[in-house]
Nanobody
Framework: QVQLVESGGGLVQAGGSLTLACAASARTFSSYAMGWFRQAPGKEREFVAGISSGGRSTYYAGSVKGRFTCSRDNAKNTLYLTMNSLKPEDTAVYYC????????????????????WGPGTQVTVSS
């Protein structure tokens, strides 16, 4: 069983930056591939970024590529999402997710790929 808790959300102006963190309870965090998803009001939850268990492979949704960076610190059991040049359309509840990885370089982009989810943290970008 893995418990995930996001933090770092808040209100920021357009063009600003924010870093989200996701603390994981897994004893073998380094064996889990991780992902970030978000859900805006009235919309379905969507993929934002994925990272392999070793941290060397990442993948981003087109809407955030070049602005967001997903990273992890396996020694601290923590996943990060650094968000720069934020836009009002980035406003959403952000969720981290985890799954046992099949390979050290594998990342996953679909919600059904992930077994464990955090409760989410709200990010609001004002114009």
């Amino acid at each position: 069983q893995v418990q995930l808790v996001e933090s770092g959300g808040g209100l920021v102006q357009a063009g600003g930056s924010l870093t989200l963190a996701c603390a994981a309870s897994a004893r073998t965090f380094s064996s889990y591939a991780m992902g970030w998803f978000r859900q805006a009001p009235g919309k379905e939850r969507e993929f934002v970024a994925g990272i392999s268990s070793g941290g060397r492979s990442t993948y981003y949704a087109g809407s955030v590529k070049g602005r967001f960076t997903c990273s992890r610190d396996n020694a601290k059991n923590t996943l990060y999402l650094t968000m720069n040049s934020l836009k009002p359309e980035d406003t959403a509840v952000y969720y981290c997710a985890a799954r046992q990885s099949l390979g050290r370089s594998d990342y996953y982009t679909q919600q059904f790929d992930y077994r464990y989810w955090g409760p989410g943290t709200q990010v609001t970008v004002s114009s």
